[in-house]
């Protein structure tokens, strides 16, 4: 019963640890990446359709998206779309396909994005510690272990949210890496 505890807790913690990453790949480091479109939608016959369902997205060079939507009624949606993201890209169009360059960031800018890096890693970890304070209270809860049990059960969970808080902290100094390297 307690190792099921213990394993759907390392289960949520890698949901969450996923869900961290998901985050930092909206973080822009100055480079190409289709990953930076996530989340946007397009008015596709009056459905919000996610933008890759409509459109190829590809990096033709270091720092630079290319959309080529499916349907080329499409562009001027599709640019609008983007427009309206806020991601400080100004979508160029050429009648059939949408360019995006990546502007270059400054130092400042850098900085700034590296704070949001530790923002989410932050909360990220919150959520860790949620997880694994869920997992205690259930072991607790669990009449049929002994106490030294219940001890065991808990350094075993706290061993993993240790595991899955250092695992959130590389993440976040590679990706702090990522984006001071010019």
Do not use: C, W
């Amino acid at each position: 019963m307690s190792q099921a505890i213990i394993d759907n807790a390392k289960e949520k913690m890698l949901k969450g640890i996923e869900n961290y990453e998901h985050n930092l790949v909206q973080i822009r480091t100055g480079r190409a990446n289709p990953a930076m479109l996530d989340g946007i939608t397009v008015d596709y016959y009056g459905t919000a359709t996610p933008l890759n369902q409509v459109s190829a997205i590809t990096v033709p060079e270091g720092r630079q998206l290319l959309v080529k939507p499916y349907d080329k009624t499409l562009v001027d949606p599709i640019e609008k779309a983007i427009n309206e993201a806020n991601l400080g890209i100004n979508p160029q169009s050429d009648g059939e396909n949408i360019r995006l360059n990546i502007p270059m960031l400054t130092e400042e800018s850098r900085k700034l994005l590296a704070k949001d890096v530790y923002k989410f890693a932050e909360e990220a970890k919150v959520v860790i510690r949620n997880i694994r304070r869920d997992a205690n209270d259930s072991i607790k809860k669990d009449k049929e272990l002994t106490k030294d049990d219940i001890q065991a059960y808990q350094d075993d969970v706290q061993k993993l949210t240790d595991d899955m808080i250092k695992n959130i902290d590389e993440i976040a100094k590679n990706k702090e890496k990522e984006l001071m390297t010019v």
